[in-house]
């Protein structure tokens, strides 16, 4: 794991009209039927190889009590055996020594704690936890991958913010399944 050249992304999956969960939280409709004629696949071991090169997960303690509920129904935990950091104030159980909560500064948790550790830092949301990163200018990558479908409200990617952020997009893949994967480089970066 690099020390100097860690990289903060911010990636999740959104309704066209920028939802990333309905107002009460559930991910129902993550599951679209479309066919893009043309479009790219994921076979299972590029996404295994994928995978591998994330290093670390953060998350918000509602996402994370999403994934648990996930877990508990027997869909599984999807963050592998990679390091996962849950922000919260509570005292919220852990069911894998790979989860630590913590509660805080987040600057300086990603900036003197995960940086020096590890190189891709992967933020999966939720909203709340997303704006905040970007608000506090840790992200150097956002990652949107918009599915075929518009469900008219809910929980925005991202909280407001309080000021422009410009991005350069990077890279645009199309999908068979009609997901859309939108990769953009968070510019004024290397200044900041
Ligand atoms: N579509 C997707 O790809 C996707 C991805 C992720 C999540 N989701 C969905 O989004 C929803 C959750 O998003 P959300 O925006 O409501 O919540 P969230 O960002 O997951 O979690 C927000 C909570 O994290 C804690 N927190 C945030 N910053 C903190 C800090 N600096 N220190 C300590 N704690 C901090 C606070 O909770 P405490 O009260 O615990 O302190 C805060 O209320 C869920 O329904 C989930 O399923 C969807």
């Known amino acids: 794991m690099a020390t100097t050249d860690s990289h903060v992304t911010i990636h999740m999956v959104a309704s066209l009209d920028g939802f990333i969960a309905r107002k009460d939280g559930s991910?129902?409709?993550?599951?679209?039927?479309?066919?893009?004629?043309?479009?790219?696949?994921?076979?299972?071991?590029?996404?295994?190889a994928f995978l591998k090169t994330i290093d670390c997960y953060v998350m918000g303690s509602r996402t994370y009590e999403t994934a648990l509920?996930?877990?508990?129904?027997?869909?599984?935990?999807?963050?592998g055996e990679k390091p996962t950091f849950v922000l919260t104030h509570r005292e919220l159980p852990r069911t894998r020594d790979t989860v630590e909560l913590?509660?805080?500064?987040?600057?300086?948790?990603?900036?003197?704690r995960l940086r020096p550790m590890f190189r891709n830092i992967w933020f999966v949301g939720g909203g709340v936890v997303s704006g905040e990163c970007l608000r506090l200018g840790l992200a150097d990558e956002v990652r949107?991958?918009?599915?075929?479908?518009?469900?008219?409200?809910?929980?925005?990617?991202?909280?407001?913010?309080?000021?422009?952020?410009?991005?350069?997009?990077?890279e645009v893949k199309a999908y068979q399944?009609?997901?859309?994967?939108?990769?953009?480089?968070?510019?004024?970066?290397?200044?900041?």
Do not use: C, Q
């Open 177 to 192: 399944s009609g997901m859309v994967g939108l990769r953009y480089e968070v510019r004024g970066k290397a200044a900041a």
């Open 102 to 112: 913590y509660s805080g500064d987040l600057a300086r948790f990603v900036n003197e």
């Open 27 to 48: 991910v129902d409709w993550l599951e679209t039927s479309d066919e893009f004629v043309g479009g790219d696949t994921m076979d299972p071991e590029s996404i295994e």
């Open 144 to 170: 949107y991958s918009i599915l075929p479908i518009l469900i008219g409200d809910g929980i925005p990617f991202f909280e407001k913010l309080d000021r422009d952020i410009a991005l350069h997009l990077a």
């Open 69 to 79: 509920g996930f877990e508990a129904k027997g869909l599984g935990w999807s963050y």
